[in-house]
């Protein structure tokens, strides 16, 4: 089974308070349906048509699981924190099944 991730680049950031408080809940949850952060922010040199952007890309066991503790109420609980202190893109990938 192919695992899934959360990828999530950050546009723009207008609160870091919200941001910061957003952070807490989402690890609490992302910890919880076993998922890992693999990136969270740190150095980013962007090529082509990339943006040099805050990047966090989020490891689960499956893309089922990925998408699952997205839509959680949990996480839109964290969301809703967040609120418009960012704007991110934001998508749920599935990895290679190999």
């Known amino acids: 089974m192919a695992k899934g ?3 999530a680049a950050y546009r723009a950031v207008h609160d870091a ?3 910061a408080a957003y952070g807490v ?3 609490e ?3 919880a349906a076993g998922g890992k952060f693999l990136v969270r922010g ?3 040199v962007a090529f082509e048509a990339g943006l040099k952007e805050r990047t966090v890309v989020v490891e689960f066991p499956s893309f089922e699981q990925a998408l699952a503790t997205f839509q959680s109420e949990a996480y839109q ?3 809703a924190v ?3 202190g960012a704007e991110r893109d934001a998508r749920v990938v ?3 099944d190999y």
């Open 5 to 7: 991730y959360w990828v």
């Open 17 to 19: 308070s919200k941001l």
């Open 25 to 27: 809940l989402a690890t």
């Open 29 to 31: 949850v992302v910890k």
């Open 42 to 44: 740190g150095e980013v």
């Open 77 to 79: 609980n964290a969301l």
């Open 82 to 84: 967040l609120g418009d």
């Open 94 to 96: 599935a990895g290679v």
